[in-house]
């Protein structure tokens, strides 16, 4: 099963197509960077899952979402600073068997997430 994102932009009704992620190892509040992709026109990872249920390990992950630069490169009028720059995103693992989704629904002003399926 492994781990996967999906993004969807809330203010366009549309998926995230194009923004950019990083997703992170984290362990003793240091992060370590696994590896960098941006998102293709359905708003996911182009290469899909992040890991898969063999490379999956218990422990704790960061994903970082670049929403302020996905929005102005959607031509969003956006303050200065914006008022979401990156948003991330700390959650753990502890069932490498159970797939872990990690949706994101964002808007220049807001953002949900959840465990998906």
Known sequence: MGLSTHVLDTMHGTPAGGMKVSLYTTRAGEASLVKSFTLNGDG???DGPLYDNVTLKA?????????AGYFKARGVALPEPAFLDQVSLDFGVADVTAHYHVPLLVSPWSYSTYRGS
Do not use: I, Q
């Open 59 to 67: 422990g704790t992950y960061r994903l970082v979402f670049d929403v």
């Open 44 to 46: 996911r990872n182009p």
